[in-house]
Nanobody, 123 residues
Framework: QVQLVESGGGLVQAGGSLRLSCAAS????????MGWYRQAPGKQRELVAAIGYGGTTNYLDSVKGRFTISRGNAKNTVYLQMNSLKPEDTAVYYCNVDVTTAQTIGVRRGAYWGQGTQVTVSS
């Protein structure tokens, strides 16, 4: 089983910054893509940013130049630095990781979600 612990959300004024963190634990053998999604009320969950095993990143167009995703020195951590925040960035942000885990017999690859952290940007 994999556990994801997110932190760093909160309330900030427009133009401000927040840094989200996500730490994955469990019988993880290998971590592949790690990403951040968000879901605003009444809207579908959308991919905000992702970072691949080799460090390749991709971003939602509306956050390019403002958000930066990175992996920590501890391989199972991922961060999202959010600058120049706008009210439209308000949402619950979820961490998602694609990992291989050790099982009783063999290994299993799957994707796991964090519990979500609220980001609210006031105008």
């Amino acid at each position: 089983q994999v556990q994801l612990v997110e932190s760093g959300g909160g309330l900030v004024q427009a133009g401000g910054s927040l840094r989200l963190s996500c730490a994955a634990s469990g019988s993880i053998l290998q971590t592949y893509t790690m990403g951040w999604y968000r879901q605003a009320p009444g809207k579908q969950r959308e991919l905000v940013a992702a970072i691949g095993y080799g460090g390749t990143t991709n971003y939602l167009d509306s956050v390019k130049g403002r958000f930066t995703i990175s992996r920590g020195n501890a391989k199972n951590t991922v961060y999202l630095q959010m600058n120049s925040l706008k009210p439209e960035d308000t949402a619950v942000y979820y961490c998602n990781v694609d990992v291989t885990t050790a099982q009783t017999i063999g290994v299993r690859r799957g994707a796991y979600w964090g519990q979500g952290t609220q980001v609210t940007v006031s105008s």
